[in-house]
């Protein structure tokens, strides 16, 4: 009786302890856990840490949705966050889809420190530089330049570097493959200003020439709105099934990750692939893919990451000593289906931005 | 360590330790509403504090419209009423921005936040500058500026209707974070309420037991002292110093000592028996001595009768000296058997004549026994009866019987001052003085 007793006494101290131990965890859990929804919930709410920064800066730009400007952004942010700045990628949280001119208004009125804009060709946009400049906040214009405002630097790819490469590019395309005639189209973005263009248009003319290609190559050109909503599928559509579709290039290079897919997307569905040869530019998921596939024949990949580094880099150094260069030139490599395994990092895609 | 505390609760009065379990139940209970209602509070609290940034928002809209608006109006009417309400409008927009958000953060409505404010200050700036130039009629320059402000003031609402969406948004998150979190909180809340009042029962259930241990083993104990098995009964264990404790040391005294009272109380049942024995057995000794003195009594009666019967045959048949000496004889066993506690020197030493006659009678007139007596008188005292004719006796038997000479005892009685004397002296062996000591020793002794 007694050793049953001491047992059953035993197994009722273990199942106390037991018990006890689990009471003092679940509200022990409780606490924490509550604690931990309240803090999540302060965060959403915005009431929970905060880190405040010394300079604000903003990147505007048209794209913003495209990986290319992410890219861009997302190298500004680090080389911001190292010199206790903030970028914001302006409008992103806006829901009205405000012009690059309404933001620059913003970004005036609202006293930013600093602005990195994707330049163009209108005269308002000079004219709203001009008035950041008068108000002391400097505009550094990144991927496409507008050598007639007054911002203190570019920071973007040599057109002419751009041009050549893919002259350089077309010519061993030619000369490889032994193709006598070749017709090829040259997709101009529309957001790039019309000295790039015809840098780059010139560029390649002038590598062909050098290779003495000029009667086999004739190079064309032909702008594609990409400002206007889906302007750029339509138009590149129209190359291979609208009225003009009769003579359809042999090869298109393409000056912006959008025409770049676009045109994949549209060989693709025309059935055209093996037929006509793309030059793309910038490297995406989807560029990776076709290059992979040898739809695309190779493209050419802009370092986006230093790019939107030397943005900022640019801006800090403007404040600080009140100079900076006038133009950062930022490195390009081609990618290939060879070279495809050193690009594994690249993130974004883009647009083909030039220079001169 | 946790013996020490075993002790100290086991030595705790009962009365305590119920206490210190209901009063700890009771106190874990509440300590977990306590921990289930501040819970359930902040929540609430944070649901109340979802709606606040909204609403502030609202009226800054508000409030900024009223700007816009009667800065309009006052373009359009010059009116001082609307130049009024113009004023009082910025001043409400003005005290609204107090609080806002003015420096560059990395939370993005916070960002929003400064960006309304800065824009607000340009765009205050604009409108009194715009309603100055109306005022001193600078047709071109207020249009300029009121296109301006316009401008920023449709920034300043897109931004502000940003920013609530994109509150409304958090704020949809965070409403719907709290409310799975208020879901959970049910449910942890039944959980925690389960896992209290299992716990509360087995702490009541171990106390209980923890109390009631001793008792059931000192009534173990008690059912087995009841039975009668007091060797077997076990000593109970004290577990601690409270009330059980006290009872179940003083229950183990009460069976350690009860078998000495036992043997006690035998040992002296037994001794009151032998004392009974011997009483009945001293009744039955008195009885028989009683028995055998009353027997005693018939045979001398028988004895005398028989002598007397005797005497006479003989006077009858004129035998005088046969006569004489069954007289004697009858004589000498009356006095005997006579209680003769007290008697006179002259009976004593009648006595002593008539054994003298009788022996003579046995041994042929051999005892020469002469008497010198000084005073007849001195014959009257009284003295315990048959002590002379022993001495007589012992004179005949150790002094004179085997004498060769004639042997004589002689019995002297005389006077010396206010005593007595008797003597009684004979001519016999006598005794060596070393054999006297010896005797008169040995009778001192027994004496």
Not at chain 1, 25 to 54: C, E, H, N, P, W
Not at chain 1, 196 to 222: C, G, H, M, P, Y
Not at chain 2, 257 to 275: A, N, V
Request: charged share 25%.
């Amino acid at each position: 009786m007694d050793k049953k007793e001491k047992k059953g006494n035993k197994k009722i101290l273990i199942a106390t302890v037991v018990l006890g131990t689990l009471l003092i965890f679940t509200v022990a859990f409780s606490i924490v856990f509550f604690f931990m929804r309240i803090k999540s919930t302060q965060s959403l709410l915005d009431t929970g840490d905060i880190k405040t920064y010394d300079n604000y800066y903003v990147m505007i730009t048209d794209e913003r949705d495209t990986d290319f400007w992410r890219s861009v952004y997302a190298g500004a942010q680090e080389e911001a966050e190292a010199n206790n700045a903030y970028i914001e990628l302006l409008g992103e949280d806006l829901d009205a889809d405000l012009s690059k001119q309404d933001l620059l208004r913003i970004a005036i009125s609202s006293d930013v420190d600093g602005i990195i804009l994707d330049g163009d060709e209108s005269d308002e946009t000079v004219e709203l530089i001009q008035k950041a400049t008068d108000e002391g906040i400097p505009v550094v214009t990144i991927s496409d330049d507008m050598t007639d405002s007054k911002r203190v630097s570019y920071i973007g790819v040599s057109s002419y570097n751009l041009g050549k490469e893919y002259g350089e590019q077309l010519a061993a395309y030619v000369k490889e493959n032994g193709i006598s005639d070749c017709d090829v189209l040259v997709l101009m973005d529309e957001s790039l200003n019309s000295n790039s263009q015809s840098i780059i248009f010139t560029a390649i003319n002038e590598a062909i020439e050098k290779r003495n290609l000029s009667d086999v190559i004739s190079l064309n050109s032909q702008i594609v709105n990409s400002n206007k909503d889906y302007a750029a599928e339509e138009e590149i559509r129209d190359i291979f099934v609208g009225e003009d579709a009769k003579d359809i290039p042999d090869v298109i290079i393409c000056l912006s990750e959008t025409n770049t897919t676009c045109v994949y997307q549209t060989v693709v569905d025309y059935n055209k692939v093996g037929e006509v040869e793309i030059f793309g530019y910038y490297i995406s998921p989807t560029i990776r893919s076709a290059i992979e596939k040898d739809i695309i024949k190779s493209s050419i990949v802009v370092d986006t990451n230093q790019m939107g580094k030397k943005s900022v880099e640019a801006v800090n150094e403007y404040k600080q000593s009140g100079y900076v260069s006038e133009i950062y030139i930022i490195d390009t490599q081609l990618a290939t289906k060879e070279t495809l395994d050193s690009f594994s990092g690249e993130g974004g895609d883009g647009d083909a931005k030039k220079d001169e | 360590m946790q013996r020490k505390m075993n002790k100290v609760f086991a030595n705790m009065p009962i009365r305590f330790k119920l206490s210190l379990l209901v009063g700890g139940i009771m106190l874990l209970i509440l300590i977990v509403n306590v921990i289930l209602y501040y819970n359930l509070n902040l929540f609430t609290k944070q649901m109340d504090e979802i709606y606040v940034g909204n609403v502030t928002l609202n009226e800054l809209e508000d409030s900024l419209d009223k700007v816009q608006s009667s800065m309009a109006e006052y373009l359009n009417t010059k009116s001082t009423d609307s130049l009024n309400d113009y004023y009082l409008a910025e001043q409400e927009y003005n005290k609204l921005l107090v609080g806002m958000e003015y420096k560059a953060t990395d939370n993005k409505l916070k960002l929003m936040e400064r960006n309304i404010y800065n824009m607000s200050q340009n765009y205050l700036f604009l409108t009194a500058d715009t309603i100055e130039a109306k005022r001193g009629r600078n047709v071109e320059k207020y249009k300029d500026y009121y296109d301006q402000s316009t401008l920023i003031y449709s920034y300043i609402k897109t931004y502000i209707s940003s920013l609530n969406n994109s509150r409304f948004r958090a704020n949809t998150e965070s409403y719907t974070a709290l409310a799975s979190a208020v879901a959970f909180l049910e449910l942890f809340s039944i959980i925690m309420f389960v896992i209290m009042v299992a716990f509360s029962v087995s702490l009541v259930i171990l106390v209980t037991r923890n109390i009631t241990q001793p008792l059931k083993e000192l009534s173990y104990a008690a059912d087995k002292v009841s039975a009668g098995e007091l060797e077997s009964a076990p000593q109970v264990k004290v577990h601690g110093k409270d009330e059980v404790g006290v009872v179940t040391e003083a229950f183990n005294q009460m069976v350690s000592s009860i078998p000495g009272y036992l043997t006690r109380l035998k040992e002296g049942m037994e001794k009151e028996q032998l004392l009974k024995e011997k009483e009945i057995l001293m009744e039955a000794h008195l009885k028989d001595a009683q028995l055998k003195y009353l027997q005693a009594q018939i045979n001398p009666h028988f004895l005398f009768n028989t002598l007397n019967a005797g005497s006479q045959l003989a006077m009858m048949e004129q035998a005088d000296r046969t006569y004489d000496y069954i007289q004697d004889v009858a004589a000498f066993f009356r006095y005997n058997i006579s209680k003769n506690d007290e008697v006179t020197l002259k009976n004593e030493i009648e006595l002593v004549d008539t054994y003298i006659n009788i022996l003579n009678v046995r041994f042929s007139g051999d005892i020469h026994f002469t008497k010198e007596i000084e005073d007849e008188s001195l014959l009257m005292v009284h003295l315990p009866g048959m002590i002379l004719q022993p001495i007589v006796e012992n004179s005949v038997n150790y002094g004179i019987r085997d004498v060769e000479w004639e042997g004589k005892i002689t019995l002297s009685v005389y006077g010396v001052d206010d005593n007595v004397c008797v003597s009684v002296s004979d001519n016999g062996v006598g005794m060596k003085q070393e054999v006297i000591n010896t005797i008169l020793r040995a009778q001192h002794q027994f004496v």
